[in-house]
C-alpha cells in the first residue's frame, strides 16, 4: 500500500528532550532501544489486534485526523508565546493557498486535477514572493551527502530511552489505524493480524536505518490518508518513485533551501485540508459502526473525550510524572487505550456478547427475525 515514513513530530521532540537533559549519543541510543523495543513488543501488539473491531479503529482514526490539524493549525498561527503568533498575514496567506488548492479541484480535470494539492502549495508560495514574504534561501554546497553516527558513537541509557520508547508504542496504534483506513481507500481487504504487523516492520527497520544517520523515529506519515484520498493516486509504484525523488531532494540542498524558503503558513493552508480527510474517513468508518447500541456510542464518547484533552489543553499533564506524561500526552495513544479497553469491558467480559471483528467484510444487517426477537 502507498505509505511514506518521515520523522514524526513528537518523537522528534523527545529525542531533543533526551539529547538536552543527557547528550546527543544518548538520544541516538535511545532510537536503538526502541526499535529493539518495539521489535519485541510486537507479538503481543499482534494479539492485541483482535481488541481493535471498527469502533474502536474508527474511533483512533478521527483522532489522528484532529490531532494532526492541531498541529497544521500552528503551522498557520506559530506557536502560542512565541513572536508573529496569530499574526493576520499568516492566516491570510493560509487562507489564500487553501482557496487556490479549491480552485484547481474545481476548475481541473484528469492528471492535472490529482496534483491540484502540490499546485495550490506552488501558488501559494509564488504569492508569498510577491509579497515579500518567501523565506531566504541563503547560499552553500549544491549536494550533501549524510554521514554515519553525525552525532557520535550511540551511548545506550535504558532509563533515557523510556519516553521514546513510549512514543514508540504509541506509534504502533496509529499504524494500525492508518493501515485500516488506507486499505479502505485503495480497496484493500485487510486482515490486520498480517498486514498492521508489515506497516509496524517498515517503520521499525527505517527507524533503524535512519538512526545511523542521526534521525529520531521514522514513523508513517499521516499525509499518506489525506492524499492518497484526494489525489486518488493510489499505486506502490508512484509512492515509491516519490520516495527516489524525496531522496534526491535531500541530497540535492539547493532544493531542500527553496523547499525551507516556503511560509510555514502557506504549507499550514494545504496541511490542514489534507489532515482534515483523516478525521472525515474515521467518520466514514464510524458511520457503519451500530450506534443503536449503547455501549459502541459509550465507547466513541468517553474515548473521544479523553483523547481530545492533551489535544484542546498543552501541558494538561504537566504536573504528572515525566515518565506518564509521554502516554497521557499523546492524543492518539489515550483514545487507543481507552477504546480498547471499553470495548473489552463491554463486549469481551464474561456475560457480554461477542465483539465484532476487526474488519468485517460487509456491513451486518440484521433479518427481520432477529430484530423482533431482540
Not at 216 to 239: M, W, Y
Not at 332 to 360: D, Q, Y
Amino acid at each position: 500500500m502507498p505509505f511514506v515514513m518521515l520523522q514524526g513530530g513528537a518523537p522528534l521532540v523527545v529525542f531533543i528532550a533526551i539529547a538536552k537533559q543527557y547528550e546527543l549519543r544518548v538520544a541516538t541510543g535511545a532510537v536503538f532501544i526502541t526499535v529493539a523495543a518495539m521489535l519485541l513488543f510486537l507479538p503481543i501488539f499482534v494479539q492485541l489486534l483482535r481488541f481493535f473491531p471498527k469502533v474502536v479503529l474508527g474511533t483512533l482514526i478521527v483522532i489522528i485526523g484532529i490531532n494532526v490539524v492541531s498541529v497544521a493549525a500552528k503551522l498557520v498561527t506559530g506557536a502560542p508565546g512565541t513572536p508573529g503568533f496569530g499574526a493576520v498575514k499568516g492566516f491570510g496567506l493560509a487562507l489564500a493557498t487553501t482557496i487556490l488548492m479549491v480552485i484547481f479541484w474545481r476548475l481541473l480535470r484528469g492528471a492535472w486535477r490529482q496534483v491540484a494539492v502540490l499546485l495550490g502549495l506552488v501558488a501559494g508560495a509564488l504569492l508569498s514572493v510577491a509579497l515579500g514574504e518567501f523565506g531566504h534561501v541563503g547560499g552553500g554546497s549544491v549536494v550533501s551527502v549524510p554521514s554515519v553516527f553525525p552525532l557520535g558513537s550511540p551511548v545506550f541509557n535504558l532509563a533515557a530511552a523510556v519516553p521514546l520508547i513510549a512514543v514508540g508504542m504509541a506509534t504502533m496504534a496509529e499504524a494500525t489505524g492508518q493501515t485500516a483506513i488506507v486499505g479502505d481507500i485503495v480497496g484493500k481487504e485487510i486482515t490486520p493480524r498480517r498486514d498492521v504487523p508489515r506497516l509496524i516492520i517498515a517503520d521499525i527497520l527505517t527507524s533503524g536505518v535512519g538512526a545511523f544517520f542521526g534521525t529520531s523515529l521514522l514513523v508513517t506519515s499521516g499525509e499518506n490518508v489525506g492524499l492518497v484520498q484526494i489525489s486518488g493516486v493510489r499505486s506502490r509504484f508512484v509512492t515509491a518513485t516519490a520516495g527516489v525523488f524525496l531522496i534526491g531532494v535531500g541530497l540535492f540542498t539547493p532544493v531542500a533551501r527553496l523547499i525551507n524558503g516556503i511560509p510555514s503558513a502557506v504549507v499550514g493552508g494545504v496541511a490542514l485540508t489534507v489532515y482534515a480527510v483523516i478525521t472525515v474517513m474515521g467518520v466514514k468508518m464510524l458511520s457503519t459502526v451500530d450506534f443503536t447500541e449503547h455501549s459502541n456510542v459509550i465507547i466513541v464518547s468517553v474515548s473521544i473525550g479523553v483523547g481530545l484533552l492533551p489535544i484542546v489543553v498543552t501541558g494538561a499533564y504537566a504536573q504528572f510524572p515525566a515518565a506518564l506524561q509521554n502516554i497521557l500526552g499523546s492524543g492518539v495513544a489515550m483514545t487507543a487505550i481507552s477504546a480498547v479497553l471499553l470495548n473489552i469491558v463491554f463486549n469481551h467480559l464474561p456475560g457480554r456478547k461477542k465483539a465484532a471483528p476487526a474488519v468485517e467484510p460487509a456491513p451486518y444487517i440484521r433479518s427481520e427475525t432477529e430484530s423482533l426477537s431482540r
